[in-house]
């Protein structure tokens, strides 16, 4: 199961640091990704991270602005997003694999607005 937690309301410009709980296996053995969806966008992917925490990946509309981090002792992934715009409010979510197709969370919804 993954439960993801941290969303809210921002200004633009504002931070957000996302969590994403891993339990019943062992975050450790897979790459994971984030994805979002919004209200007048489809699915897309965000970026990426090794098993190790190692190697990252992102999208070219999020590079430079978020971070993908992960603590495998705790069973944590994380989304750290700076520099947010409203073209971000999105709903969320952590999901297993390189492209983010294996199993995902509820989501946390991401609100960008002044």
């Known amino acids: 199961q993954l439960v993801e937690s941290g969303g809210g309301m921002v200004q633009p410009g504002g931070s957000l640091k996302l969590s994403c709980a891993a339990s019943?296996?062992?975050?450790?053995?897979?790459?994971m990704s984030w994805i979002r969806q919004g209200p007048e966008m489809g699915r897309e992917w965000i970026g990426n991270?090794?098993?190790?925490?190692?190697?990252?990946n992102y999208a070219a509309s999020v590079k430079g602005r978020f971070t993908i981090s992960r603590d495998n002792a705790k069973n944590m992934l994380y989304l750290q997003m700076n520099e947010l715009k409203p073209e971000d409010t999105a709903l969320y979510y952590c999901?297993?694999?390189?492209?983010?197709?294996?199993?995902r969370g509820q989501g946390t919804q991401v609100t960008v607005s002044s």
């Open positions: 999901a297993r694999g390189r492209a983010g197709l294996g199993s």
């Open positions: 991270i090794d098993t190790d925490g190692n190697i990252t």
């Open positions: 019943g296996f062992p975050l450790s053995v897979y790459y």
